[in-house]
């Protein structure tokens, strides 16, 4: 007797449809093929032990269970309910095709509890795109699995309580659904900062454009405050995102337990001492890395230079393609990362600025310093902004006036509905072929550009990065075409290429 029952496979953050056929037939043995992994093959010893300890018989025949297709690896503990399942069904002491319209998966311990597994979220939305009726999973996993419409969640404790829930004779109590999606909130606000509007401006033109922002500027004068509250001023996620994001923290087992999608962009501060593994993903079995947590959010890397060479090195291409390539010898995965990079510095390793007064050795330490950053990786972030320490006499006074994240934010999700109508993408993700589509400058202000080019030293690879930023300030004031004023702004945010060329 043949049972099927389907189960699925997590490749990356994507899941795979998995059969898992179980074959009872005369003979002694227990036999699992089609590429499992040394968790599923030790799934046996909980099954059975699990089955004999809920009061089912064990057929005492040839079992076989094949994991098919048998090309694609099945790893961890998530097959023990499918099979056990499998197993009752085969040797009849459940109804054949009692489970056929859903997916089942779970880990069971030696009594029978279903033990929660990981990469629910996906798996359910497997599920609904393959027209299931429904998913089996763990009870503990049921309301991460409820963040998908339209589809049948089964959550169960035991293996008991399932059995009987689909034979009719007790129903599993469902909890409440939680709403989801829920205002955007949060204790950081943009009207904390005093002062600082240059860098408030070029904090909402980044946003706006999805472009990524060094900040520059001494100890103390509000850099990581600014950062900090950058994702209160980006759009909420469109529905797609939420779940895209929430898939990666689901596939880690980091599921939010308030049993929420992720509906604000994630804001990740990695320390500088981070590995390039912990950064970008990667490991035997591959994971996802800080950039992938942070995918459409914020990827915050403050004390830039800190960073080993190595590490920033491994951020361009994930930077460049929004995702995340890692090659192992059982295949390849991809992990998305399209973020918003913000950076964070201090002009000299010292700290303060480097002046006239400086020593010949602060000078030296401070060319050594600003050499960790390669210029592939500069070419990168669009933004580069000085932000200099607002006096204690501003920062004491009583008179406050500051605009609140929420006003800011208006104007930002604006400026990208523009951009979204016009070109179907932010302008930071532009080609450069796209470049000179969308962001044409006419006669005048493009021999203003030149102008400006030859007075102040500006480099040919700058400006595709300056036309760039024009376009979404252009974009932010609802102008169609690039005018000299938008560009005028844009050369000034320039300041690490200002500052290196001062050093040489
Ligand atoms: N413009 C400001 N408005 C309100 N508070 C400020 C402002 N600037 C600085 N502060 C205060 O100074 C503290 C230090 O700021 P922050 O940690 O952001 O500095 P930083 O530039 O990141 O410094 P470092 O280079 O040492 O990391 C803030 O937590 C805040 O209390
Ligand atoms: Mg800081």
Redesign the pocket.
């Known amino acids: 007797m043949i049972e099927k029952i389907t189960g699925c496979a997590l490749e990356g953050i994507e899941s795979h449809k998995v059969d898992i056929e179980v074959n009872i037939s005369r003979g002694a043995k227990f036999l699992l093929v089609g590429l499992p992994d040394n968790a599923v093959k030790e799934s046996h010893f909980r099954i059975l032990a699990a089955l004999k300890n809920n009061g089912y018989k064990i057929p005492v025949k040839e079992i076989i269970i094949n994991l098919a297709p048998a090309d694609l690896k099945k790893e961890g503990s998530s097959y023990d309910l499918p099979i056990a399942i499998g197993i009752l069904c085969a040797s009849e002491q459940l109804k054949p095709g009692l489970f056929k319209d859903f997916i089942v998966m779970g880990e069971l311990s030696l009594d029978g509890k279903l033990r929660p597994v990981k990469g629910v979220l996906s798996m359910t939305i497997k599920a609904k795109q393959m027209g299931m009726k429904g998913i089996v999973v763990p009870q503990e996993n049921a309301n991460e699995a409820r963040l998908v419409k339209g589809i049948k969640i089964v959550g169960a404790c035991n293996l008991k309580e399932l059995i009987q829930h689909f034979q009719g004779t007790k129903e599993i109590l469902i909890k409440k659904e939680t709403e989801v999606i829920k205002p955007f909130n949060s204790y950081l606000d943009f009207v ?5 509007q240059i860098a408030k401006r070029a904090i909402e033109i980044a946003a706006a454009g999805g472009h990524n922002i060094l900040l520059i ?10 950062a900090k509250r950058i994702p209160t001023i980006l759009p909420n996620l469109t529905e797609k995102e939420m779940l895209e994001t929430t898939k990666i923290y689901s596939y880690l087992g980091r599921f939010n337990q308030k049993n929420k999608l992720i509906y604000k962009p994630p804001f990740r501060n990695p320390h500088h001492t981070i590995s390039d593994v912990a950064l970008v993903g990667g490991g035997s079995h591959p994971k996802p890395g800080e950039i992938s947590l942070a995918h459409n959010g914020v990827l915050f890397l ?2 830039l230079p800190e960073f080993k060479r190595k590490v920033l090195e491994v951020l361009r291409q994930p930077l460049e393609d929004g995702q995340v390539t890692i090659s192992r010898a059982s295949g390849t995965v991809n992990f998305p990362s399209n973020l918003m990079l913000v950076a ?1 510095m ?1 002009p000299t390793p010292d ?1 303060g600025y480097f002046s006239a007064s400086s020593t010949r050795q602060s000078y030296h330490r401070t060319q050594q310093y600003l050499s960790k950053l390669s210029q592939p990786l500069l070419d990168r972030i669009d933004l580069q902004i000085e ?1 200099e ?2 006096s204690i006499d501003r ?1 004491t006074s009583l008179k406050r006036e500051e605009e609140n994240s929420e006003s800011i934010r208006k104007r930002v999700q604006k400026a990208r509905k523009v951009q979204i109508s016009r070109q179907s993408k932010i302008n930071a993700q532009l080609e450069n072929n796209e470049i000179n589509k969308y962001c044409n400058l006419n006669e005048e202000t493009l021999s203003f550009l030149r102008n400006a080019s030859l007075k102040l030293n500006i480099s040919a690879r700058s400006f595709s990065r300056i036309k760039k930023i024009s376009r979404t300030i252009a974009d932010l004031f609802a102008s169609k075409n690039i005018e000299i004023e938008h560009v005028a702004e844009a050369i000034q945010y320039r300041s690490l290429e200002r500052l290196k060329q001062f050093l040489n």
């Open positions: 904390d900062v005093i002062g600082q500027g001494p100890p103390g004068s509000g850099k990581s405050m600014l403050d004390e964070a201090n700290g932000v320490s607002v920062l």
